[in-house]
């Protein structure tokens, strides 16, 4: 089984990679490649950074609550446990997708 941040890190890996191959042909303009550089640093600021006891048990948690709904429900795998003070949810879109799509996205939950 895959960890709760795989699925967010294969995603970043592949847009990063795909930025970097086009910036080194020239068709991604430097200032660009900075900006989604920059944009990639916000949404890491946004994930979770302890990983204890408690993110595991709820990560496992979240992901049985997935498979067991099936895809009925269609839970995304990048529901992810963000502790915080307050509880809440949040949704990240990635880099290279618009808000207002249907895309996927992280969803800490605090």
């Known amino acids: 089984m895959d960890g ?21 042909a020239g068709c991604l303009h430097s200032d660009s490649f900075r ?7 916000h949404l890491a600021e946004r994930l979770p950074t302890s990983f204890g006891d408690r993110f595991t048990f709820d990560s496992a948690l979240i992901q049985a609550i997935g498979e067991d709904w ?7 795998r990048m529901v992810i446990p963000r502790h915080s003070s307050d509880w809440g949810h949040e949704r990240i879109f990635m ?11 992280g969803d800490p939950l605090t």
């Open 35 to 41: 900006d989604l550089c920059i944009e990639v640093g």
């Open 95 to 105: 880099p290279s997708e618009k808000a207002d799509s249907h895309s996927e996205c």
């Open 4 to 24: 709760p941040l795989d699925a967010i890190g294969r995603k970043l890996s592949e847009f990063l990679s795909q930025s970097q191959a086009s910036f080194a």
């Open 70 to 76: 099936g895809s009925e429900v269609g839970l995304s």
